[in-house]
């Protein structure tokens, strides 16, 4: 008996004898048998094997839209055309070979797009792979001499970096040009390397150099301990030739250094013993012109330029006699004294402005013509008052008050 299907599975049929069918276009075509089960089973059977190929053909679908290799596109396309020949599945087949075939037909704008998009990111990458190499090349071309090494080898590190990352993970240089950037970059790697070596050794002798140097300045310091504080000086000539010799290398420098301030400490050491016992020494007269500054002090309330300039000279004598004081208090003391020799020149000024000859002439001369005029403008005023004239009384009061201040200017 055969068990009609269109309703429950429009694809396929199974026969008495068990033998499945699948329709295609008006006829139909056995895919195979399924024994001892029944026939829902059986359909069931091939239309599992038709969801496998549909589910192929939907994963390639999605590949595609992904951006998958074109060729890997090609081959599963001609595979599942294989498959797709005379499928022992259950459904509709046809709909599936429409869709491969769509998928054939865009193999040829896939395989263009990518390669467009693989030429593309060709000359980025030959783009990027240049610019490597002219930032190798630029640093090659610095001159040597004005390198901060340091920096300039962490640079050409991190761009050797950069060029083996993008070798790694980036897209695959044609053979002739990556070798051509490749010689460009090597070369301006290897004349960096030649300029630090060189430029090494020449610091090496210019720092073995200013060691020699430093190294007989510092047993010439050494030298002058014997002399103690009588050798300051010639040490301070040896710390400028120090200054002149150049850098030996830090662990010299500073070993070398530590030597020579040593030497310079022993001097300065035995000055300032010298100076201790000075000051000791200068006590006393410390004392005694903190007296005789109380004494001078005095004299910043006299106005008297005659006895400030008298008691200021018994006061810079006895000064002179007493003699030195300790290192730290001649300045203060020194200051205060400034200050009272500063009141008394200003007293010899001040009488000097008033009584200088030329000054005084013209005073005298003014003051007479002023004195003239204070007697004409007195008779003046006398006749005004004597005639009643208010005006003229007015203006010849005025004008008489004015010469009177401008004569008791004149005598102050």
Avoid: C
Avoid at 202 to 216: G, P, Y
Avoid at 245 to 263: S, T
Avoid at 311 to 317: C, N, P, V
Avoid at 342 to 356: F, I, P, Y
Wanted: no cysteine; charged share 35%; glycine share 6%.
């Amino acid at each position: 008996m055969t068990v009609a299907t269109d309703d429950q599975a429009p694809w396929g049929r199974v026969d008495d004898d068990g033998t499945v069918y699948v329709r295609e276009g008006d006829g139909e075509r056995a895919v195979g048998q399924y024994p001892d089960a029944t026939p829902a089973e059986a359909l069931a059977y091939y239309e599992r094997k038709y969801t496998e190929l549909n589910g192929q053909v939907t994963l390639l679908e999605q590949r595609v839209k992904r951006g998958a290799s074109a060729s890997d596109v090609a081959k599963t396309v001609a595979h599942l055309k294989q498959l797709l020949v005379e499928p022992s599945a259950v459904g509709d087949v046809a709909a599936l070979r429409t869709r491969v075939d769509a998928l054939d037909s865009t193999v040829g704008e896939l395989t263009e797009k990518q390669s467009a998009e693989a030429q593309e990111a060709l000359a980025e990458a030959v783009a990027y792979r240049t610019s490597l190499v002219v930032e190798a090349e630029t640093l090659a071309a610095q001159d040597p001499a004005r390198v901060q090494w340091k920096q300039v080898t962490a640079s050409v590190d991190d761009i050797f970096a950069r060029w083996q990352k993008h070798q790694s993970e980036g897209p695959r240089i044609p053979k002739g040009e990556g070798n051509d950037l490749w010689k460009r970059f090597r070369a301006a790697r290897s004349t960096i390397d030649q300029h630090r070596k060189a430029f090494y050794a020449d610091l090496d002798a210019t720092h073995r150099e200013a060691r020699q140097r430093k190294q007989a300045l510092v047993e010439a310091a050494d030298g002058l301990a014997a002399k103690g504080a009588d050798g300051i000086p010639e040490y301070r000539r040896l710390l400028d030739d120090w200054k002149r010799a150049g850098r030996a290398g830090k662990k010299y420098d500073d070993a070398l250094w530590a030597r020579f301030k040593r030497a310079g400490d022993v001097l300065y050491a035995a000055k300032g013993e010298i100076v201790a016992q000075d000051d000791a020494e200068y006590q006393g007269n410390l004392t005694l012109k903190l007296e005789l500054l109380d004494e001078a002090e005095k004299i910043l309330a006299n106005d008297d330029r005659v006895s400030a300039r008298e008691a200021l000279t018994t006061i810079q004598l006895r000064w002179d006699e007493i003699g030195r004081v300790p290192r730290d208090q001649v300045r203060p003391v020194e200051d205060r004294l400034r200050k009272v020799e500063s009141h008394v020149r200003q007293l010899d000024e001040t009488h000097w402005e008033k009584n200088n000859p030329e000054r005084k002439a013209r005073s005298e001369g003014l003051a007479s013509q002023l004195q003239d005029a204070i007697t004409k403008l007195e008779d003046e005023l006398a006749a005004a008052e004597a005639g009643g004239d208010a005006r003229k009384v007015k203006d010849a009061r005025e004008a008489l008050d004015a010469r009177r201040v401008w004569l008791d200017a004149l005598g102050s």
